[in-house]
């Protein structure tokens, strides 16, 4: 079965300072990845996913996360941190199967953002 | 389209009373998931419906808890009898299997047993 590690349960950083978030799998094979934010009181909005290809993928607020095989990770970078980016974030991975596959979450990272 | 809907948004119970979550999927999706978020143990997946029928349904925690997917549209979990250590945040999720698509999760159900 797959599983996700985030290792890193608080990231602090500065308004305007880069950001990254990491995110181990295990899986056998390549599998979906997937990253999601979390606002209090909300529900999880997608931020960007990988299923093939460019292993560079870009997402929505100006996220990116890039898809490392040989380091069974897909790390989630920003390169200036705004304030509303306090939230937490969720990586997921799926077992690929004809095209279906189940989530699996990581337990969350969560960021703060000193101004 | 307007989303996975959940309802209620909020429910407080006593011990014992039946609970009855409710997920309205995503029109045209043919896979449904519940989740349920706490502290301690993240988010786990509680069961998985692929066309309506339930393929997964392993994270169930006990015969408390149990999952029906009458149609496409409409997916309900009720917990009986509750009990305190079901408080937690009960997510729906909907993907369009088949379709290189993510899943898309409802706004939650915050679920209090005192």
């Known amino acids: 079965a797959q599983s996700v590690t985030q290792p890193d349960i608080h990231i602090t950083v500065s308004e305007g300072a880069s950001l990254e978030l990491r995110c181990n799998y295990s899986y056998g094979a390549t599998p979906y990845l997937f990253w999601y934010v979390q606002s209090p009181g909300q529900g999880l909005q997608l931020l960007l996913k990988y299923f093939s290809g460019d292993t560079l993928v870009q997402g929505i607020k100006g996220f990116e996360a890039e898809f490392k095989r040989s380091q069974s990770s897909f790390n989630l970078r920003k390169p200036s941190v705004h304030w509303s980016d306090a939230a937490e974030y969720f990586c997921?991975?799926?077992?690929?199967?004809?095209?279906?596959?189940?989530?699996?979450f990581g337990r969350g990272t969560s960021l703060i953002v000193h101004p | 389209d307007a989303g996975v809907i959940q309802s209620p948004r909020h429910e407080v119970t006593e011990m014992g009373q039946e609970v009855t979550l409710r997920c309205k999927p995503i029109s045209g999706h043919n896979s449904l998931f519940w989740y349920r978020q706490t502290m301690m143990r993240g988010l786990e997946l509680l069961i998985y419906?692929?066309?309506?029928?339930?393929?997964?349904d392993s994270g169930m925690p006990e015969d408390r808890f149990s999952a029906k997917m009458p149609n496409a549209s409409f997916s309900t979990l009720k917990i009986q009898p509750s009990e305190p250590r079901d408080s937690a945040v009960y997510f729906c999720?909907?993907?369009?299997?088949?379709?290189?698509?993510?899943?898309?999760f409802g706004q939650g159900t915050r679920l209090t047993v005192v």
């Open positions: 419906f692929n066309n309506n029928v339930p393929i997964d």
């Open positions: 999720a909907s993907s369009s299997q088949g379709r290189w698509t993510e899943a898309f």
């Open positions: 997921a991975v799926g077992a690929p199967s004809g095209g279906s596959y189940i989530p699996t």
